[in-house]
C-alpha cells in the first residue's frame, strides 16, 4: 500500500524558515525522482523542485531559486524541503510527489498536502 505523507507546514512570519518532510512507503523510494508541488488558493498547481534518485542533482522553480533546497534520505525514505526567507506568495498547500519517470514526467503517487502559510 503506498503511503506519501507530509509534515511540517505551518505559520510563519515573512523572512521565516520552515523545513517540509515527505515520509513514503509502499513503494521504493530510492529509485524515483521526486519533486514537491505547490498549489495557491485559487491558482492551478505550481512546480516547485525535483530530486535525481541519488540526491546529487536537484532543480528549482525560479520563483523559490536560492531560498529552498531539497534534499533526501533513501535510507529513511525521506524526502525534504528547507524553505528559507519565505515570502507571501509562498502561501500554499504543498504536495511531495514521486515522478512516474526521470525530469519533467506526472507524478505518480503523492500526498495530502501539508499547509503553509506566510503572513506577519
Known amino acids: 500500500q503506498v503511503q506519501v505523507v507530509e509534515s511540517g507546514g505551518g505559520l510563519v512570519q515573512p523572512g521565516g524558515s520552515l523545513r517540509l518532510s515527505c515520509a513514503a512507503s509502499?513503494?521504493?523510494?530510492?529509485?524515483?525522482?521526486m519533486s514537491w508541488v505547490r498549489q495557491a488558493p485559487g491558482k492551478g498547481p505550481e512546480w516547485v523542485s525535483g530530486?535525481?534518485?541519488?540526491?546529487?542533482?536537484?532543480r528549482y522553480a525560479d520563483s523559490v531559486k536560492g531560498r529552498f533546497t531539497i534534499s533526501r534520505d533513501n535510507a529513511k525514505n525521506t524526502l525534504y524541503l528547507q524553505m528559507n526567507s519565505l515570502k507571501p506568495e509562498d502561501t500554499a498547500l504543498y504536495y511531495c510527489?514521486?515522478?512516474?519517470?526521470?525530469?519533467?514526467?506526472?507524478?505518480?503517487?503523492w500526498g495530502q498536502g501539508t499547509q503553509v502559510t506566510v503572513s506577519s
Open positions: 510527489a514521486r515522478n512516474s519517470a526521470g525530469w519533467d514526467t506526472p507524478p505518480v503517487y
Open positions: 509502499g513503494f521504493t523510494f530510492s529509485s524515483g525522482y
Open positions: 530530486i535525481n534518485t541519488g540526491g546529487g542533482s536537484t
